[in-house]
């Protein structure tokens, strides 16, 4: 039985930031965004969008009623959970009309949900056969405007349907992980925006790869040449091309996975950070976007969450897997977006969900996704499902 990615959603804001006006409102040259964090464009997220009400856009367009029936598990990966007791994975489950037969709970550790999401799915349907698992990755990058990390910022969901017989991507059951206390990225409960050592937290990135790929090529035999791409978690493109770059040299395949790197990072240079979503967005992209890949090629992945975890794992393409699909929908998400100004980035950015509390109503009107947040009443969140 193979076991892994059978659907695969994306969903993010109408909204986004070009990051050569971002350089130029900031004094700074472009290229230095452009080239130097190689990144183009960043999501913008609005008051009506939260991880609840992505997760659930971004799900809906993959999901058949069949598949909601047959749903035993909801997982939901992120580090920007709506409460600080009930899972966004209940609020989804909800939204969507998914059986309340499932199972529906949260995983948190920085950026490595998602991925702790997908090993469990899998382990439970190495058990339960008949079962399918909706994994969640969603978050929204916030780090402050005139900060550092500012040009680092996004947001938005991937949504991935994991069954036996997947039509994507079959896991090898076959991974490396690592994990140690570090400070190098943290939000406390009474912040909106996270705290982060920048070039340390790139050094931990880069030394956690290093690491799991060692002991994962230990493990199993493999070598760098077994794999025909390798996605990373991208919290901006560049990131993951330095860890690239420690463990290639000068050779042809070498050179074959820095092309297919290139296809990996298309769509997250123009959304910008999704924390728990990042590997899973590079993921789609490489598959989307790259001419060559074919099914039965090893892909290799890196996750990463700051705090720290790191795991590499891997899997085959399926032979089901239809890329022209896989591009259609998350092109059509970019190409649909408004251009927002810095001015109006800024009062978008500061808009939002108090975490001083008290009730907030929310304008939708201009907000033409299917699931949006009207707001909080009575300490309550009110999410609308406007196709109802």
Known sequence: MTIGIDKMGFFTSDYYLDMADLANARGEDPNKYLIGIGQKDQAVIPPTQDVVTMAANAAAKILSDDDKQAIDMVIFGTETGVDNSKSAAIYVQSLLGISNSARSFEIKQACYGGTAGVQMAFDHIAMHPESKVLVLAADIARYGIGTAGEVTQGGGAVAMLMSQDPQILALDNQSAFHSENIMDFWRPFYRRDAIVDGHYSTDIYIDFFNQTFKDYSAKYQRTLSDFSAVAFHLPFTKMGLKALRTVIDDGAHSQKLLKEFDHSKKYNALVGN???????????????????????????????????????????????????????????????????????????????????????????????????????????????????
């Open 274 to 388: 999704l924390y728990t979503g990042s590997l899973y967005l590079s993921l789609l992209s490489l598959l989307a976007n790259s001419k060559t890949l074919q099914p039965g090629d090893r892909i290799g992945l890196f996750s990463y969450g700051s705090g720290a975890q790191g795991e590499f794992y891997s899997g085959t393409i399926a032979p089901e897997i239809q890329p022209q699909s896989l591009a259609g929908q998350v092109e059509q998400v970019i190409a649909n977006r408004t251009r927002l100004s810095v001015p109006e980035y800024e009062a978008m950015y500061a808009n939002g969900l108090s975490n001083a509390g008290g009730d907030v109503t929310f304008d939708a009107a201009d907000d033409d996704s299917r699931f949006v947040l009207l707001g909080r009443q009575a300490d309550q969140l009110v999410y609308r499902d406007q196709q109802a």
